[in-house]
T-cell receptor, first 115, second 115 residues
Framework: GAGVSQSPRYKVAKRGQDVALRCDPI?????LFWYQQALGQGPEFLTY????????KSGLPSDRFFAERPEGSVSTLKIQRTQQEDSAVYLC?????????????FGPGTRLTVL | AQTVTQSQPEMSVQEAETVTLSCTYD???????LFWYKQPPSRQMILVIR??????QNATENRFSVNFQKAAKSFSLKISDSQLGDAAMYFC????????????FGTGTSLTVIP
């Protein structure tokens, strides 16, 4: 596709359920980022992949959050035993190279609501 | 961790006029990158402009320019000849050149363009 896509766009989960959020980066992009954006806030970094390697997961808020990118393309962010505080928009972004000045291309996000 | 501050939650500008959005950041590093991103209501973040800290010359992209004051740790965005399509949330972001995996975003400024 032409841009970064994410699915589902909206997800409603009951507290305690597990959810999986998918990100399809732009084809050939090496770097992939996940962010959490709470209502009225800026995105907060969760984790970073370079190809299939997860180089930084320091932003994951708890061990209930897990991300993978097994073949260096599609990535999945999994949240186990969801809590109400997990409600947010989850953004995925990719960039062609891991150069620091490179532009990140963002997906439309997945809005997660935990009841 | 670095912090990015956007002190203007909301701004408005008359169509065709000029508006400046402010951003300050806190860092002890000398080498880093700064970005302005635009997030329209559709939610997909778009890069507006970027600045490498080692460059003294302010970046310019068509109607968008920055005033980068490294000593003051200030990075403001000027939008000239404002258009209705400029209405969006604007986020300032910082990326370290040393530990560059993470982007640090401000809380955003909501820009309204008045016809």
């Amino acid at each position: 596709g032409a841009g970064v896509s994410q699915s589902p766009r909206y997800k409603v989960a009951k507290r305690g359920q597990d959810v999986a959020l998918r990100c399809d980066p732009i084809s050939g992009h090496v770097s992939l980022f996940w962010y959490q954006q709470a209502l009225g806030q800026g995105p907060e970094f969760l984790t970073y992949f370079q190809n299939e390697a997860q180089l930084d997961k320091s932003g994951l808020p708890s061990d209930r959050f897990f991300a993978e990118r097994p073949e260096g393309s599609v990535s999945t962010l999994k949240i186990q035993r969801t809590q109400q505080e997990d409600s947010a928009v989850y953004l995925c972004a990719s960039s062609r190279y891991p150069r620091l000045v490179d532009e990140q291309f963002f997906g439309p996000g997945t809005r997660l609501t935990v009841l | 961790a670095q912090t990015v501050t956007q002190s203007q939650p909301e701004m408005s500008v008359q169509e065709a006029e000029t508006v400046t959005l402010s951003c300050t950041y806190d860092t002890s590093e000398s080498d880093y990158y700064l970005f302005w991103y635009k997030q329209p209501p559709s939610r997909q973040m778009i890069l507006v402009i970027r600045q490498e800290a080692y460059k003294q010359q302010n970046a310019t992209e068509n109607r968008f320019s920055v005033n980068f004051q490294k000593a003051a740790k200030s990075f403001s965005l000027k939008i000239s000849d404002s258009q209705l399509g400029d209405a969006a949330m604007y986020f300032c972001a910082y990326r370290s050149a040393n530990t560059g995996n993470q982007f640090y975003f401000g809380t955003g400024t909501s820009l309204t363009v008045i016809p």
